[in-house]
C-alpha cells in the first residue's frame, strides 16, 4: 500500500509540475509578447466653442428681425485606448505620457519597425464645431520573416468610413529596404454605394409623405394676397417651419440622412474578398530617411448581396509615405502624406513642414 500510494503521488507530482510548466510557459509567452512593453491611456480634453457668425431672419412685412445664430457647444475629446507599437528610427517620443492624440502615420502601415506581435486599440468620442462623431482605430499584427497577418477594424467618423478587414499576405524582402507581399484581403463594411432615399422617390413617393412618416404634420395657411404656404409641425406638435422653403433648409436634409442610415443599417455588414499587393520601402540614416508604402486591391469580388459595386477601372488604395532631412544641424525638412481610397471614399492627410535650430 506504501508503495501504492508513493507511486500515485509521484505521478501526481510529476503531472501537476507539467501541467504547471505548461501553464508558466503559456502564460510567459503571452505577458512577453503582448504585454510586455504595452501601455495603457485614457485623456479627456475640453475646448471652447467655435464663434459662429451671426445670422438673421428679417420679417419684411412686420419690419423686424430676430437673431437666429446658432449656438455651438464646447469641443472636447474622450480617449482611451490600449498600444504596444516599436517605433521606427526616425520617430522620437513626443511625450512623457500617452494622450490619444498621437497619430503617427507610420502606424497606418502594414509592415512594421520589429518581427511579432503588435496592437493598438484606441476609441475616441469627438464634438468639434458642433457636430459629434467617433473615431475608432483597432488593429492586431503578427509579422514574421516570410508572412504577415493583421486584423483591423477602423471607423472614421469624420469622413464616414467604416469597415473591418482582415489581411493575410506572403513577404518576400529584397536587401534591408525592400518589402513585398501578396495575398488576400477580407473586408466587412456598410452597405456603400446604395442610394435607399433615391430609390424610395424613384418608387414614386412624394417627398413630404417621408416626413409624416417620421412624425411631422403640415397645414395649408394664406400668407397674404391669395398666396399660401404651410405651417410644420415637429412630433411634438410645435410649430418648426412657417413655409415648405424653411423646412426644407432646416429639417429635411436631416430626415433623408436619417432614413437613408436606417435602410443601409437595416442591411447588415457587406463582405467581400480582394486581391492585395503591396510594396515597401524603409531606408534611414541620422541625415535623411524615407519610409513608404502602396497596396493596391485590382480586383475585389462581392460575398453578400450588397457588397460594394465596382466599375471595370475602380480599384482600392492605401498610399503612405514619410521623409525627412537634416540640411545640416540647423535645418531640416520633414513631409509626411497618406490617401486611402476604399468603397469610393476618399481619405487623405498632408503635412508638411521644416525647423530651424539657432544654436
Known amino acids: 500500500m506504501r508503495k501504492l500510494l508513493f507511486v500515485l503521488l509521484t505521478i501526481t507530482g510529476l503531472l501537476f509540475s507539467q501541467e504547471t510548466e505548461e501553464k508558466k510557459k503559456k502564460n510567459s509567452y503571452f505577458i512577453d509578447n503582448f504585454l510586455k512593453y ?26 423686424t428681425f430676430e437673431e437666429t445664430t446658432q449656438e455651438i457647444e464646447s469641443s472636447y475629446n474622450l480617449t482611451f485606448g490600449v498600444r504596444k507599437l516599436a517605433r521606427f528610427k526616425y520617430q522620437v517620443k513626443k511625450n512623457n505620457f500617452y494622450d490619444g492624440s498621437e497619430n503617427e502615420l507610420s502606424e497606418k502601415a502594414l509592415l512594421g519597425a520589429v518581427s511579432g506581435w503588435e496592437y493598438q486599440a484606441k476609441y475616441s468620442k469627438i464634438r468639434a464645431f458642433g457636430e459629434e462623431f467617433v473615431d475608432s482605430e483597432n488593429w492586431i499584427r503578427y509579422l514574421g520573416d516570410k508572412f504577415v497577418v493583421k486584423g483591423a477594424y477602423v471607423n472614421l467618423g469624420r469622413e464616414d468610413l467604416e469597415f473591418g478587414q482582415i489581411d493575410i499576405r506572403w513577404r518576400k524582402s529584397v536587401g534591408s529596404k525592400w518589402n513585398f507581399t501578396v495575398g488576400t484581403n477580407f473586408r466587412a463594411h456598410p452597405a456603400y454605394g446604395q442610394n435607399p432615399f433615391g430609390d424610395w422617390i424613384n418608387q414614386g413617393n412624394v417627398w413630404w409623405d417621408l416626413a409624416y412618416h417620421y412624425g411631422y404634420d403640415d397645414e395649408l395657411y394664406e400668407i397674404g394676397d391669395g398666396i399660401f404656404d404651410y405651417l410644420w409641425y415637429g ?43 503591396g510594396v515597401d520601402f524603409y531606408h534611414y540614416t541620422k541625415s535623411n530617411w524615407v519610409h513608404g508604402w502602396v497596396t493596391v486591391m485590382p480586383y475585389s469580388y462581392g460575398l453578400t448581396d450588397y457588397s460594394f459595386t465596382y466599375e471595370p477601372d475602380d480599384i482600392d488604395l492605401d ?41
Open 38 to 63: 504595452s501601455t495603457f491611456y485614457f485623456s479627456v480634453g475640453l475646448d471652447s466653442p467655435f464663434a459662429p457668425a451671426q445670422t438673421f431672419k428679417v420679417d419684411t412685412d412686420a419690419n
Open 235 to 277: 412630433p411634438d406638435g410645435q410649430i418648426i417651419a412657417e413655409t415648405d422653403g424653411e423646412f426644407y433648409e432646416y429639417i429635411y436634409g436631416d430626415l433623408i440622412h436619417t432614413y437613408n442610415e436606417e435602410v443601409i443599417d437595416a442591411l447588415g455588414y457587406q463582405w467581400e474578398s480582394s486581391v492585395a499587393l
Open 319 to 359: 498610399v503612405g509615405l514619410i521623409a525627412g532631412m537634416k540640411v545640416n544641424k540647423h535645418f531640416g525638412l520633414f513631409g509626411e502624406a497618406r490617401y486611402l481610397s476604399y468603397f469610393g471614399i476618399d481619405s487623405y492627410s498632408l503635412k508638411a513642414g521644416l525647423n530651424y535650430t539657432f544654436f
